[in-house]
């Protein structure tokens, strides 16, 4: 049971640790490229409208990283902006045109709510990748990143880890040194029924000391008596075998062959 609660323990810590590195590294990524991305794929939470009816404000949608070869006319792409003062912006529409210009492919693209086009083209340095999925508005993932994309959340979703983290390690120091504590205790318990046996026998520590050794040597000697007549009776029990099997496998001997010859003849008398 102590091990399978050791074994436990380390593995709740190991998914905090590995909870706590997770959030730090969304947190990084959040405030370095504006959105989280791992293995080619980006997560998105759409905040306008200029995509309705196709993908509405508060939708999520991911997007994963293609060439810019492999975009066609109609793909819904992702596109880190450079106009004016949507600069710096993920911006999410679709291709309309493609321009090939100096051995570069440009897009023109525009939301599906929108009138015009957007203004200038998308550059393939530009390009994030195409829209892969994305979700209803309402959908419960879109409301748990909408929570946590808030400024309480964001903290919640570092300090909570944090937190469990420090309350699992500050648990187990709490135990440690309550353990600590009862072994102490115990000592002084025993030192001082010790100090009890003393008083009320009479003798010192060190007479005391002296018993217990005595007491030990006369148990051992005992005990090698006793296995020494364990061992006698033993060796007696097989030299009586032996003689028995003598007696029994003993051979004939010439006496015994007279008297059965004067058996023989009275049959063949008889």
């Given at each position: 049971?102590?091990?399978?609660?050791?074994?436990?323990s380390?593995?709740?810590?190991?998914?905090?640790?590995?909870?706590?590195?997770?959030?730090?590294?969304?947190?990084?990524?959040?405030?370095?490229?504006?959105?989280?991305?791992?293995?080619?794929r980006?997560?998105?939470?759409?905040?306008?409208?200029?995509?309705?009816?196709?993908?509405?404000?508060?939708?999520?949608?991911?997007?994963?990283?293609?060439?810019a070869?492999?975009?066609?006319v109609?793909?819904i792409?992702?596109?880190?902006?450079?106009?004016?003062?949507?600069a710096?912006?993920?911006?999410?529409?679709r291709?309309?045109?493609?321009?090939?210009?100096?051995?570069?492919?440009?897009?023109?693209?525009r939301g599906?709510?929108?009138a015009v086009?957007d203004?200038?083209?998308?550059?393939?340095?530009?390009?994030?990748?195409?829209?892969?999925?994305?979700?209803?508005?309402?959908?419960?993932?879109a409301?748990?990143?909408?929570?946590?994309?808030?400024?309480?959340?964001f903290?919640?979703?570092?300090?909570?880890?944090?937190?469990?983290?420090?309350?699992?390690?500050?648990?187990?120091?709490v135990?440690s040194?309550?353990?600590?504590?009862?072994?102490?205790l115990?000592?002084?318990?025993?030192?001082?029924?010790?100090?009890?046996?003393?008083?009320?026998?009479?003798?010192?520590?060190e007479?005391?000391?002296?018993?217990?050794?005595?007491?030990?040597?006369?148990?051992l000697?005992?005990?090698?008596?006793?296995m020494?007549?364990?061992?006698?009776q033993?060796?007696?029990?097989?030299?009586?075998?032996?003689?028995?099997?003598?007696q029994?496998?003993q051979?004939?001997?010439?006496?015994?062959k007279?008297?059965?010859?004067?058996?023989?003849?009275?049959?063949?008398t008889g």
């Amino acid at each position: 049971m102590k091990r399978a609660g050791k074994i436990l323990s380390a593995a709740s810590t190991a998914l905090l640790v590995l909870a706590l590195v997770l959030a730090l590294l969304v947190a990084v990524q959040v405030r370095q490229n504006g959105f989280v991305s791992m293995g080619g794929r980006s997560l998105f939470r759409v905040v306008t409208g200029s995509m309705e009816p196709t993908i509405s404000a508060g939708a999520l949608l991911i997007c994963r990283e293609t060439p810019a070869e492999d975009i066609r006319v109609g793909d819904i792409i992702c596109y880190r902006s450079t106009d004016g003062a949507t600069a710096g912006w993920i911006i999410t529409h679709r291709v309309v045109r493609i321009l090939e210009s100096g051995g570069s492919i440009y897009f023109e693209t525009r939301g599906d709510a929108n009138a015009v086009s957007d203004g200038g083209f998308v550059s393939a340095e530009t390009l994030v990748g195409r829209v892969a999925w994305y979700s209803a508005p309402d959908s419960f993932y879109a409301k748990a990143v909408s929570a946590l994309s808030s400024k309480i959340g964001f903290l919640a979703l570092i300090l909570l880890p944090c937190l469990i983290v420090a309350g699992v390690l500050l648990s187990r120091s709490v135990k440690s040194l309550r353990q600590e504590l009862n072994t102490l205790l115990r000592l002084e318990q025993k030192e001082a029924i010790q100090s009890e046996c003393y008083r009320t026998w009479g003798i010192t520590e060190e007479e005391y000391a002296q018993m217990r050794q005595r007491i030990y040597r006369e148990l051992l000697a005992e005990k090698d008596a006793i296995m020494e007549a364990v061992r006698c009776q033993l060796a007696e029990e097989e030299n009586q075998g032996e003689t028995h099997e003598h007696q029994v496998f003993q051979p004939n001997t010439g006496a015994e062959k007279d008297r059965e010859q004067p058996e023989k003849t009275a049959e063949k008398t008889g």
